[in-house]
T-cell receptor
Framework: NAGVTQTPKFQVLKTGQSMTLQCAQD?????MSWYRQDPGMGLRLIHY???????DQGEVPNGYNVSRSTTEDFPLRLLSAAPSQTSVYFC?????????FGPGTRLTVT | TQLLEQSPQFLSIQEGENLTVYCNSS?????LQWYRQEPGEGPVLLVTVVTGGEVKKLKRLTFQFGDARKDSSLHITAAQPGDTGLYLCAGPNTGNQFYFGTGTSLTVIP
């Protein structure tokens, strides 16, 4: 099992560009989520999904979109990148309150 | 406003010493999780505590959930350099959103 995979590992964007961060899991988990991690602020929930076709907003959803067409995949879209979105992004999947995290994507917006 | 407050924020100790990390909230949680994160990687789940007053042991790590389910602690006995990392507590709200603490960065000096 690969667990939770994320691509790319690193990305640099210019302000106003759009991109999609990919996330996939092979554990057949219904729950998937996206977090951003900034220095001194821990992890903050962006969006989450409790199953295919169902998504909801987390604590910091502005500027991000998600979709869940399959159980395995949960991509995160940045619509128009801003310097404030410079962060490390983690995808997670889980069940029964326990989450398993991917290795992260380090995004820099200039 | 941070729902889960962790203390201390930074901790640097000598190998062999004992330490305790705290996770506090004004809200009641149905469960709390503890994760460890190493640089450049995603958080890894250590334990979940569910019942008020519950104590769980994982080798030299002891986790306790407060009686009122508003706080938790992590005690490490005879710390080793391999314990170095960022320790995060997390808990679910009444829905499906998870909140993370700001983390405790532990350095164990050989």
């Amino acid at each position: 099992n690969a667990g939770v995979t994320q691509t790319p590992k690193f990305q640099v964007l210019k302000t106003g560009q759009s991109m999609t961060l990919q996330c996939a899991q092979d554990m057949n988990h219904e729950y998937m989520s996206w977090y951003r991690q900034d220095p001194g602020m821990g992890l903050r929930l962006i969006h989450y999904s409790v199953g295919a076709g169902i998504t909801d907003q987390g604590e910091v959803p502005n500027g991000y979109n998600v979709s869940r067409s399959t159980t395995e995949d949960f991509p995160l879209r940045l619509l128009s990148a801003a310097p404030s979105q410079t962060s490390v992004y983690f995808c997670a999947s889980g069940q029964s309150y326990e989450q398993y995290f991917g290795p992260g994507t380090r995004l820099t917006v200039t | 406003t941070q729902l889960l407050e962790q203390s201390p924020q930074f901790l640097s100790i000598q190998e062999g010493e004992n330490l305790t990390v705290y996770c506090n909230s004004s809200s009641v949680f149905s469960s709390l999780q503890w994760y460890r994160q190493e640089p450049g990687e995603g958080p890894v789940l250590l334990v979940t505590v569910v019942t008020g007053g519950e104590v769980k042991k994982l080798k030299r790590l002891t986790f306790q959930f407060g009686d009122a389910r508003k706080d938790s602690s992590l005690h490490i006995t005879a710390a080793q350099p391999g314990d170095t990392g960022l320790y995060l507590c997390a808990g679910p709200n009444t829905g499906n959103q998870f909140y993370f603490g700001t983390g405790t960065s532990l350095t164990v000096i050989p």
